[in-house]
């Protein structure tokens, strides 16, 4: 934990960067008397030196007679430390959209240029603070959330795993002694024991995939395939299923794991919600804008229209006991994409197949570009 983040700070303090005296005064008195600390830089150096002081938010002159602003913004961004602090360019000449859209590129969170009234770069100051305070409160509450799922599957796996155990010797001692309702019983605490395990292992994976970021790169969407069909080549055997994919698929800006995780995932409910035919998936994928557009069709039992959105909620299932689950995997898959930037949907009729639609970046641009909404057709 850094300085800055053991004590919070009452007044929010400002780093004010010009190299124009006379400007950056008038912006400091506003500040202070809208209630904040304010420091001052007249160049790039000095305020990258005056970064030690932790500022909340920093006024950056795009024009400074040393460094650009915009590589003020970019060391900003690069160094760890500093890398979380709110960065707000403010310029009287480069004014054209280009030389906005280059300055939040650097890495800047807003961009005003001048004449800009007291009270708006007041509110503006305010309103990025607020957004990075929702932040903090998002990250102190998943930080908490995490600690929580890790500690309670770690509590609940020991004495469920000696459950589990004690059933499986208590089993072994009565066999052919128990009765057959004695028998039913200790079936059902074995089953209980198997369900409950797989719910633990089922949200540790889900919270594992929020917590645990990996990296995206370019990678072979058809590489991650083959690795979830060999991860799935037993179920595929026994299943007698048919993986079609007529073309190979392309490179996508992704995570592979996850990649081949989602694919897992969409292939072994097709073999479960299989129909009275051998299960059969076709795999296609087609280029939409800046994102690969992936489907995985069955011709499986097929889901009620009503339910296409309810089924990448976590714990949701149609079924009960007579297809074994826990309904975290199609979340899963939507937390995967989501976080990558993609989305997630599903067509579908009962007792007509399900096709499952979704859309991975295909360069890194298109990966922060996000589009974390459903899409319905
Ligand atoms: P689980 O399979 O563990 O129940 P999922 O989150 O993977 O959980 O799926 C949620 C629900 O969506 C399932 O319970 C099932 O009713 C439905 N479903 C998922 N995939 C298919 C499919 N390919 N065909 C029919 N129904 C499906």
Not at 61 to 74: A, E, F, M, S, T
Not at 233 to 245: D, P
Not at 300 to 328: N, Q, S
Request: aromatic share 6%; glycine share 6%.
């Amino acid at each position: 934990m850094t300085a800055a983040q053991a004590k919070p700070r009452t007044v929010p303090v400002v780093l004010n960067v010009d190299d124009y005296a006379p400007g950056r005064y008038t912006r400091t008195t506003i500040l202070r008397q809208a209630g904040f600390t304010v420091l001052e830089a007249g160049s790039g150096e000095e305020a990258l030196s005056l970064l030690t002081h932790r500022p909340d938010v920093v006024l950056l002159d795009v024009n400074l007679p040393d460094i650009d602003g915009r590589q003020v913004c970019k060391r900003i961004r690069e160094n760890p430390d500093t890398a979380g602090t709110l960065v707000l360019h403010l310029t009287a000449s480069n004014l054209l959209p280009t030389d906005q859209v280059a300055g939040l590129e650097s890495g800047a969170d807003a961009y005003l240029t001048e004449p800009i009234a007291p009270e708006v770069l007041v509110a503006t100051v305010k309103a990025l603070l607020r957004m990075r305070r929702a932040e903090e409160n998002l990250r102190r509450s998943n930080e908490s959330l995490r600690s929580l799922t890790d500690m309670l599957s770690h509590e609940l796996r020991e004495p469920l795993r000696q459950v589990s155990v004690f059933a499986e010797l208590l089993h072994e001692r009565l066999k052919d002694k128990a009765d057959a309702e004695e028998e039913m019983f200790l079936g059902n605490v074995l089953a209980g024991g198997r369900r409950l395990n797989a719910l633990i292992e089922a949200v540790l994976s889900y919270s594992r995939s929020i917590y645990d970021v990996t990296p995206m790169s370019d990678v072979s969407a058809q590489e991650a395939l083959d690795a979830s069909v060999n991860e799935l080549e037993l179920l595929i055997a026994e299943s007698g299923a048919r993986i079609i994919c007529e073309q190979p698929l392309p490179e996508v800006y992704a995570d592979k794991l996850s990649l081949a995780r989602v694919f897992s995932n969409l292939i072994s409910n097709s073999i479960k919600y299989r129909g009275t035919d051998p299960p059969e998936i076709r795999v296609s994928a087609v280029p939409e804008d800046q994102f690969v557009r992936f489907c995985f069709a069955d011709n499986g039992i097929g889901i009620d229209p009503k339910y296409r959105a309810l089924i990448f909620d976590v714990f949701k299932r149609l079924h009960g006991a007579e297809y074994p689950g826990t309904g975290i995997g199609l979340s899963l898959c939507r937390r995967i994409l989501e976080s990558m930037g993609g989305s997630i949907w599903v067509e579908s009729e009962a007792g007509k197949g399900a096709s499952f639609y979704f859309t991975v970046p295909r360069f890194r641009e298109a990966a922060s570009t996000g589009r974390s909404a459903y899409k319905w057709t």
